[in-house]
């Protein structure tokens, strides 16, 4: 009776470290997860359309500054007075918050033009 009860006692062991994991993975969930998470659905999803001539994509002024740092930081900074240069041009010499949001597809469809060629 010695090893079932050994055996017995591994087993009981086996269930409290199961169950200090379950209760650790409880705690985690609660910590990471709030009870206001808003899970999107397909139908909750506003469907993007694709940009055609008629309809561009639309840009947010946080858009366009991180594409014009990306490209003014790419290469070196290679394009840094490319960028600076599209600047005053879309903003009438003045700075990214001179520009007209209504401008921003073209700036970027012309920024998306500056290459290594």
């Known amino acids: 009776m010695g090893k079932m009860n050994e055996l017995s006692q591994v087993i009981d062991n086996l269930i409290t470290c199961g169950e200090t994991l379950i209760e650790t993975g409880k705690a985690l969930k609660a910590f990471y997860s709030t009870e206001e998470e808003i899970k999107p659905t397909a139908e909750a999803a506003p469907k993007k359309e694709a940009p055609t001539a008629e309809n561009p994509r639309t840009y947010s002024k946080e858009d366009v500054r991180g594409l014009l740092a990306a490209k003014a930081n790419e290469a070196d900074g290679r394009f840094?007075?490319?960028?600076?240069?599209?600047?005053?041009?879309?903003?009438n010499g003045g700075t990214l918050k001179d520009i007209p949001a209504e401008s921003y597809p073209a700036l970027v469809k012309e920024l998306e033009g500056l290459t290594d060629a």
């Open 80 to 91: 840094k007075a490319a960028v600076k240069g599209l600047v005053q041009k879309y903003g």
